[in-house]
């Protein structure tokens, strides 16, 4: 069987367990996450004398979404870093440098296709995440305005009916893991 033929059925699959759906747990729903995340990345700063050095952004995250559809999770999130900085050649020093982060989010909720139950501990969804970022460096008094975006695949368990843990991998130009708390009402 070819791949068109594979990638056909899979469509008609997913849109036949679809149209099985009734009302899902996702539409109507408020969900926050307190989460926490890091990236480390390496820089050229002299390009004439290829000078580098590597970043580490430690932050903190916060995001509110709420379920528009069945599958559906639109929201916002908002970020707070302190910039820690190590030269190329290995010292570290740590800037008066600080990262508020600022954007939207979208969420598709998978199991809503399988799974209709209200009290369903567990919950799959693809993120797509977009923003800016203002750099404030105290020391030079200079900000500046930056995009940031990434597109993850995430989990999260709730232990009690309303509190979880969640974690997120994916690619972005922050970060590839985010994890930590999560509360829906």
């Known amino acids: ?17 679809s149209a099985l759906a009734q ?5 109507g729903r408020w969900n926050a996450k307190l989460g ?3 990236s480390f ?7 004439a004398r290829l000078d580098s050095y590597t970043s580490s952004k430690p932050m903190a995250l916060f995001d509110v979404g709420y379920g528009i559809s069945k599958h559906f999770e639109v929201g916002g999130t908002l970020g707070f870093s302190p910039y820690i900085r190590s030269e190329s050649n290995g010292r570290t020093m740590k800037q008066d440098n600080y990262l508020y982060l ?26 797509v995440k977009a923003g800016g970022y203002i750099d404030q460096n105290l020391v030079f008094n200079i900000t500046d305005f930056n995009g940031y975006y990434g597109i993850y ?7 009690k009916r309303h509190l979880g843990l969640f974690a ?18």
């Open 102 to 127: 600022f954007g939207a989010q979208a969420n598709y909720h998978i199991l809503p296709h399988w799974v209709e139950s209200d009290d369903f501990r567990f919950d799959l969804y693809l993120s």
């Open 23 to 27: 009302d899902s747990y996702i539409k």
């Open 168 to 185: 997120e991998v994916g690619y972005g130009n922050f970060t590839n893991l985010r994890y930590g708390l999560t509360w829906k009402w």
């Open 1 to 17: 069987m070819n791949n068109k033929k594979i990638i056909g059925l899979l469509l008609l699959a997913i849109v036949a367990v």
């Open 41 to 47: 990345f390496t820089e050229i700063e002299n390009q």
């Open 153 to 159: 695949a995430g989990s999260a368990f709730y232990f």
């Open 36 to 38: 926490y995340s890091n």
